[in-house]
Structure formats: C-alpha cells, structure tokens
C-alpha cells in the first residue's frame, strides 16, 4: 500500500550480487523502492505476490534466461515496463519479435543516472497510458486539490502528477474559489477540515457554479453525517485519511469518467435543443 510519500516500486533481476547490491543501493538514492531478485524462478515468485511500477532484468542469467524471463513477464503482466540490461551486443537480436514490449535496452557497465531516468520514462509513460485508456483519450485530468496541510499537497501533487494530471492545489477555500474562477477543473479533491471556508460549506458553492465539476471529499475526522451531507450535496465519493494512493488515483479517473460523459450528455442535448429551434 503507498502512501503519500510513496516512491516507484522496481523489481531488478540480475544473477551478479555485487551488481544487486550497489545498484539497488543506487537507484534507492534516487528516490525508487527497489526489491531484488538473483533469477527468473525468484522473480516470478515476487511478482505473484508484489506489486511493481518497473522491472530492470538482465538478460544473461544461468537457470531461466533472460528473454524466456522477459516473455513470461509480458505474458502474465503485459502492461508492466520491462527495462533489459546487457552486456552483450547481439543479445538485442533475441527480442526482436517482441521489441514492442521491451521499453529499452541498456548496455552494462550502465550510468546509475541515466537508468533512474529511464525507469521514471518507463512508469510515467505507464500511468498516462492507463488514463488514455480509462477516459477514452481525452485531454489529461484537471485537478485541483483543496487542504490546509501543505506537506499534503505537495507530496498529492507529485504522486497525481506523475500519473497523467494536471494538478492545482490551494491550502484554503476562500483561495480555491478565487483559482476556479479562472481556471477551468474537472475533478476537485476538497478537505473538510480547514481554517475559513471549510469543506462542507465549500461544496455546495463549488457544485452551484461548476455543475459538472466533480468533487471528492478527503477528510481525516470521518462522520456519518459529513458523509450524507456530502453525497446529498453533490460529491462524488468521500475518502478517509490516510489514503491509498492507488485506489485515489482511481476514484479521481472515475469522477473523470463520470463529468466526460456527462458533459457530452449535456453538450449533445444543447445541439438537440439548436437543430430543433431551426427546424424548417
């Protein structure tokens, strides 16, 4: 379970010990959750029970070799980034029916920097294609978070960014109405418990002018009636903290989901009512 600040989970599979060792040590440094894995056979294993953003595997291996290893992966997990290193030339060769699955090759000995980057490519471009995927291509999801705790706001901003947002945040409601008024959001993720304008007052102002607006309540001191009142009020769901930042993600692209088609619903009645006006 991540929380908020929650770093990319990496798997690397390599048979060399010293390589594990000071590699994981390396990657850690540069912000990754590394767990490692000797050879294919405990590679597998660990996936079966953990869940990971990106796999580095080397290709040479003794036991299971590196491309049936790769194969498997993208047979039981074909939307997961696989990163191969080598340190043979002509290995490439071997993946060349599958290179649509391959994120890249790199060759040993590796620049530490230049894998973190391609491991940040290869999650990044992971999440934007599950929100393709989930919201039918549409434009990326305009987030505006509203909470008084900045160290919130600034690790959901990060976190949500990387997943293919386009994230606001302001730390009080009276800031958040002034930004809504000159920006346009598909999705607000709105605090109940904030110093001023709280949450629960905030919510109806916010679905009176912005009726397709989606919001989604966060609190830290749940309570049935905040609960009703907000449902009642127009929100779409209501989350407690601390949040699972997997499952926010997905009830964010959901009320996405949710305002897209009703926007579409709306725009085509609007059509609808003008043909009508101008029939013969």
């Not at 960014?161 to 109405?177: E, F, I, K, P, Y």
């Not at 449902?231 to 993600?249: H, N, Q, S, V, W």
Request: hydrophobic share 40%; aromatic share 6%.
């Amino acid at each position: 379970m991540k929380k908020q600040n929650e770093k990319y989970r990496l798997l690397l599979v390599d048979d060399e010990v010293d390589f594990l060792n000071s590699t994981s040590k390396a990657l850690e440094r540069r912000g990754f959750n590394v767990s490692t894995a000797r050879d294919g056979s405990i590679a597998l294993q660990t996936l079966k029970h953990e869940a990971f953003d990106v796999v580095i595997l080397d290709v040479r291996m003794p036991g299971i070799s590196g491309d049936r290893i790769f194969l498997e992966f993208k047979r039981r997990w074909p939307d997961m980034p696989v990163i191969i290193l080598t340190g043979h030339g002509t290995v490439q060769q071997a993946f060349e029916t599958s290179r649509d699955g391959v994120f890249d090759y790199l060759p040993k000995p590796i620049d530490m920097d230049v894998l973190a980057e391609t491991a940040h490519k290869a999650v990044e471009q992971k999440f934007k294609a599950d929100v393709s995927s989930l919201t039918g291509g549409e434009d990326e999801i305009r987030l505006l978070i509203i909470d008084d705790e900045i160290e919130l706001l600034e690790s959901l901003s990060t976190a949500l960014g990387r997943r293919g947002m386009r994230v606001t945040t302001c730390s009080g409601g009276a800031q958040a109405l002034d930004v809504m008024e000159m920006h346009a959001f598909d999705v607000v993720l709105l605090d109940i418990k904030m110093p001023g304008v709280d949450g629960m007052n905030l919510l109806p102002r916010i679905k009176q002018k912005y009726p397709l607006t989606e919001v989604i309540i966060l609190t830290g001191h749940p309570t049935v009636g905040n609960a009703v009142e907000g449902m009642k009020t127009g929100a779409f769901d209501y989350i407690m903290k601390p949040y699972d930042t997997e499952k926010l993600t997905g009830r964010i692209r959901s009320a996405f989901i949710k305002r897209q088609k009703t926007f579409r619903h709306v725009k085509d009645r609007q059509i609808r009512e003008i043909l009508k006006q101008n029939a013969d």
